[in-house]
């Protein structure tokens, strides 16, 4: 159960697990509240994962690229 769980974090950008650890809540709540929202907006919050996913990579690869200037 433990490496589906981590072959999804892998592969669907880890945005639930970094808002759990910015906002000190279980990942797997935030992905329900995710799941449950998008059902009543009908998918709207999709985008927002979506954003979400895409200023998380961007913080990564300016991270990464911050880090192998200063070498």
Same mark, same amino acid.
């Given at each position: #159960?433990?490496?589906?769980? &981590? /072959? ?9 697990? &970094?808002?759990?650890?910015? /906002? ?8 329900? &509240? /995710? ?6 907006? #009908? ?10 996913? /895409? ?5 990564? &690869? ?10």
């Amino acid at each position: #159960m433990h490496r589906l769980k &981590y /072959f999804f974090e892998k592969h669907a950008f880890g945005v639930c697990t &970094y808002l759990g650890e910015q /906002f000190g809540i279980a990942s797997s709540r935030i992905r329900l &509240y /995710f799941i449950y929202t998008s059902f009543i907006t #009908m998918g709207s919050p999709v985008i927002i994962y979506l954003i979400l996913a /895409f200023w998380i990579n961007l913080k990564k &690869y300016m991270r990464l690229n911050r880090s192998l200037t200063n070498l």
